[in-house]
């Protein structure tokens, strides 16, 4: 992030951005908060016809889209400009058909958080993992998705001083 972007990278922007963003707003998938500290957001798929699958139910890829760059976005405010913030790895395990519109909550913790700043402390990279529940209207879990990320500090704000931007 450039320091340009990162005074303009707050919550209602990034909600507003992603809520016009194509594959968001096609998909159904909609940022229903944000909160000032980038720990918690609130999102909806809409079921639409145009998401239903055979079944008549939520597109599964749509459920994994409603995930897909939220966490990291949610690090990328918090942590700002001094670091690379990527998702790593995803999986999906669908527990039953979502008949109508789904929601998913996203939960920062101080705890995360210091492991985080922790292991990134001195140039090494993280790894954080996080689950998120995908529930229907009535509360009930419709998937679990479990993310894993990339979070390292850029080469100029590293105390070793190493200069590799590898991601791996």
């Given at each position: ?16 951005a ?25 999102v909806r ?17 749509s ?45 920062l913790?101080?705890?995360?958080l ?55």
């Amino acid at each position: 992030m450039s320091s340009l972007f990162s005074r303009v990278y707050k919550p209602g922007f990034v909600r507003f951005a992603l809520n016009s963003w194509p594959p968001f707003w096609g998909s159904g998938i909609k940022i229903l908060s944000i909160s000032a500290d980038f720990r918690q957001v609130k999102v909806r798929l809409k079921l639409r016809w145009w998401n239903k699958n055979a079944n008549r139910t939520q597109y599964g890829g749509s459920i994994f889209s409603l995930t897909d760059p939220v966490y990291a976005l949610m690090l990328m405010g918090i942590l700002g400009e001094e670091y690379y913030v990527w998702d790593k790895e995803a999986s999906i395990n669908f527990i039953k058909p979502g008949k109508g519109d789904l929601f998913a909550d996203f939960e920062l913790h101080s705890a995360q958080l210091d492991q985080i700043y922790q292991e990134t402390h001195g140039g090494d990279k993280s790894f954080p993992e996080f689950v998120v529940h995908v529930k229907d209207q009535q509360g009930t879990v419709v998937a679990e998705v479990e993310r894993k990320l990339y979070v390292r500090k850029k080469p100029k704000y590293r105390e070793d001083g190493e200069v590799s931007e590898s991601r791996a």
